[in-house]
């Protein structure tokens, strides 16, 4: 079940990040997919009441990680459903972990960036690639 989890986030993760990258949007169909295999794998693994871990831990980074996009736009939205998918297919436990590598992993790109162009970043993070980098590293724990 893990390895299946973690195949799922990794391509998931993946095509979230090229998306990004091109066009600082993660597809809504992506998402819907990532929710339909988050559904799948809880059902499979916990039976009807699978329906109801699903639900709640597809909710919580929705409901945590919104008061970043209403306040500031620190993170985007498309980058909020991507950690409820996250969420919904390998739980709670990892996605925390990816989130507090995420931070770690954007403020050295930012400081590598700004050191690079000698100038204070003013533009927009790819955040996918950070969650993707921090969900790598998590894989070598």
Known sequence: MKETSTFL??????VASVFDAKSYRIPNQLILLGYVAGLFLNLQQYGVIGITYFILKAIWPCICLSLLNIFGKQIGAGDIKLFSVMSAIVGTRVVIEVMIIS??????????????ERQLMKRNLHYALCMSAAFFLLQFK
């Open 103 to 116: 931070v770690m992993v954007a403020a050295i790109a930012i400081l590598v960036v700004s050191i690079y």
């Open 9 to 14: 986030i990794w391509s998931i993760l993946t």
